[in-house]
């Protein structure tokens, strides 16, 4: 009961400060990409359950969108594979390996955009914003999906887990991706879908809008994010950036 009220409170709290007035004047803002920018999970969670009962894993029983979610969702995969092989991480890394090729087959059909991405890269380019990528992904796959959505011109760095010295929820990617762009945490907000990500911008010092497109709000508000949305339509969304385009002395017309 008490983690209830405590998920009520905060969802009640969130909704009626949903404000990044406090990064005002804005300087960047930071995305993850898998669940962000593109509803990649479903396809993750596909190829998790066509490859696990493969090697026999959860007794060759397909794993649940449940248990994809809680246990593999916005990992790096050097943590997948200490869950699926605790013994044999050169094992698991392999599949981990597998696992991503057969995500990048399926994307090319099946990868879209948030709903409304377009949207707020638009408000973020009429304010000359600088604007990175931050992600736990394999570069192999951040710059497929990125150059899958159009936005190779977009993006002014690319931060990728497993080139730091630590990954999400670390904040270290995050950190990265501000030294990138020369850019203060002050003036900084963050677009995140995981409970690994939240984590880690947060830990970064930089306020969170956390999107429901891969996982349930109660996991999500255990990471603190500032507020959710769903998408990048929500009413939610646009109307913290008009504040903060208010307090920044940036609206447009």
């Not at 990954?167 to 690994?196: C, N, Q, R, W």
Request: proline share 6%.
């Amino acid at each position: 009961m008490p983690n209830c009220l405590f998920i009520f409170l905060f969802c009640v709290r969130a909704t009626s400060k949903s404000s990044l007035s406090g990064v005002a004047p804005l300087e960047a803002v930071l995305f993850d990409i898998d669940g962000t920018l593109c509803d990649s999970d479903p396809i993750h969670y596909y190829a998790f359950r066509e490859m696990l009962p493969e090697i026999g894993f959860n007794g060759g029983v397909p794993i649940t969108e449940e248990y994809y979610i809680e246990n593999f969702a916005g990992k790096h995969n050097d943590d997948v594979a200490r869950i699926l092989f605790p013994d044999d991480f050169e094992r698991g890394l392999k599949f981990t390996e597998d696992k991503e090729a057969m995500f990048r087959r399926l994307a090319v059909d099946k990868l879209k955009p948030v709903n409304g991405l377009y949207k707020v890269k638009k408000w973020i380019e009429d304010r000359g914003l600088k604007r990175a990528a931050v992600t736990n992904a394999p570069r192999v796959n951040a710059e497929l999906m990125i150059s899958m959505l159009g936005l190779s011109d977009f993006f002014q760095g690319l931060v990728i887990g497993n080139e730091c010295e630590h990954a999400k929820p670390h904040p270290e990617p995050y950190l990265k991706g501000l030294e990138i762009l020369k850019a203060s945490k002050e003036h900084t907000f963050v677009f995140e879908d995981s409970v690994s990500g939240i984590k880690a911008a947060v830990a970064a010092g930089m306020p969170v809008v956390g999107l429901t497109t891969g996982n349930p709000e109660h996991i999500l508000v255990e990471a603190k994010p500032t507020f959710l949305i769903k998408d990048y339509e929500d009413p939610k969304l646009w109307a913290a950036l008009e504040e903060l385009d208010k307090k920044s002395g940036t609206s447009r017309a």
